[in-house]
């Protein structure tokens, strides 16, 4: 079954408001990665967490990885259209050599 | 560079025909992969590869069979076409292993409809 998962599915906010989106492992992982999907398009690599408690940023976006690498978040400050779209993390569980994807996060956005 | 190429990029079967789907990628990566992707159902992964004549079973693999016979071709084939097998799939590679670079880089999709 499902051993990723994420909330929540679906996110509407009004442009100019914050987004986070959580991802949550039923076991520990070796990394995890956050892809974009525009609507109809592909999911597009943003970022990939390998440390434990790691943050990092990319202009308006931060990704954590929990101390514990069972979990992670996705937070968008001040959102703009252009970040609309589906939200994906995925998680290499320890020894295994497939990722996992959550079931996404669906963002639209109010402008 | 084209990336990942998916052919064909629409398909409509009917239940109990088959079809094969082609992914190529001129990035020389060793892993292929293919997921489905459902509403409310994220990205599912049917079956990959870590090298050039070897396939894995991923989460969904009935109804679906892989071959990897050239390292930059991974191929997925539909034997007997069901209507559950809706769904829109993807093609995805990576360079070496997950715990170096690791990224995925997906092709367009390909929108399969059984009817």
């Known amino acids: 079954g499902q051993q990723v998962m994420q909330i929540p599915q679906y996110q509407h906010v009004q442009e100019g408001e914050d987004f986070t989106t959580y991802c949550n492992s039923s076991?520990?992982?070796?990394?995890i990665q956050w892809y974009k999907q525009r609507p109809g398009g592909h999911p597009v690599f943003l970022i990939q967490?390998?440390?434990?408690?790691e943050v990092k940023k990319q202009k308006r976006l931060t990704f954590q990885f929990g101390e514990a690498k069972m979990n992670s978040s996705l937070h968008i400050t001040a959102t703009q259209t252009t970040d609309v779209g589906t939200y994906f993390c995925a998680g290499r569980i320890q020894g295994a050599q497939k990722l996992v994807f959550g079931q996404g996060t669906r963002l639209t956005i109010n402008p | 560079n084209a990336g990942v190429t998916q052919t064909p990029k629409f398909r409509v079967l009917k239940t109990g025909q088959s079809m094969t789907l082609l992914c190529a990628q001129d990035m020389n990566h060793e892993y292929m992969y293919w997921y489905r992707q459902d509403p409310g159902m994220g990205l599912r992964l049917i079956h990959y590869s870590v090298g050039e004549g070897t396939t894995a079973k991923g989460e969904v693999p009935d109804g679906y069979n892989v071959s990897r016979l050239k390292k930059q071709n991974f191929l997925l084939g539909l034997e007997s076409a069901a209507p559950s097998q809706t769904s829109v799939y993807f093609c995805?590679?990576?360079?070496?292993?997950?715990?170096?670079?690791?990224?995925?880089?997906f092709g367009e999709g390909s929108r399969l409809t059984v009817l």
């Open positions: 076991t520990t992982l070796s990394n």
């Open positions: 995805a590679s990576s360079y070496y292993r997950y715990t170096n670079t690791g990224e995925l880089f």
């Open positions: 967490l390998v440390k434990s408690g």
